[in-house]
């Protein structure tokens, strides 16, 4: 399993050297009755990835979205590697600038399991619009070792008419023979040259028979040359 891990590891980390210019890749692994599927599509100046790997009866589904429209970029991975287990990852970056705007969208989901089910769900939206930047970023991951691991991550920005808009959303869940569930959300939203900010972080780790939560909502707006700045951040550990 570990060296699964680490060949996983080492073909993300090469693929992501690749310059960004409509690119799509799946990569799928499977062994000793395993499963796996990886979905990857791009549309526009977009990349995207999904490496699924399993082994010893597992299932491992990855499914990558990247879209990107005019002035704007997009990066989407999803990884999901099960042993004896169930692990699903799903990514999605949508990027759009219109009419002299710029957006930048970056999501990365990362679902692994020993014996266990392992979800995790990204996405990141960015809307730049009238010379306004939106950028938005999101992580999810999430890990189960003989228990179940759910984790949510969405990062939503927008900036008009010369606004700055930046969203970054982090969600972790670790699950040793238990439950852990964690969703975050951080929206942004900055109009008339004004700057918002929005980050937000939440991590859920439990452990047998144990059931850990977080739920995170960050969210800032800002206008006419206004600053705006929220962080949140909630950690749970059951053990």
Known sequence: MKRMLMNLAGVALSLNMASLAGEATAVSIASNGGSAQATAT?????????????TRGGRADADSNATARRNAMA?????????????RATSNADARALRGGAALADSEAVATTIGGVADSNSEAIADGVFNGMASSRSLSESLSEFGEAHSD??????????GDANSVSESVSHSWFGR?????QAISDARYHARAESDGVGIAISGPVRRGVANVHAESRASRFGRSHSRVSVVEVRR
């Open 42 to 54: 791009a549309s526009g100046n977009a990349r995207s990835t999904a490496i699924a790997g399993a």
């Open 153 to 162: 991550s969405r990062a939503i920005s927008q900036g008009a008419f010369g």
């Open 75 to 87: 990066d989407s991975r999803a990884v999901a590697v099960a042993d004896r287990g169930v692990a």
């Open 180 to 184: 852990s569930d964690s969703r975050v």
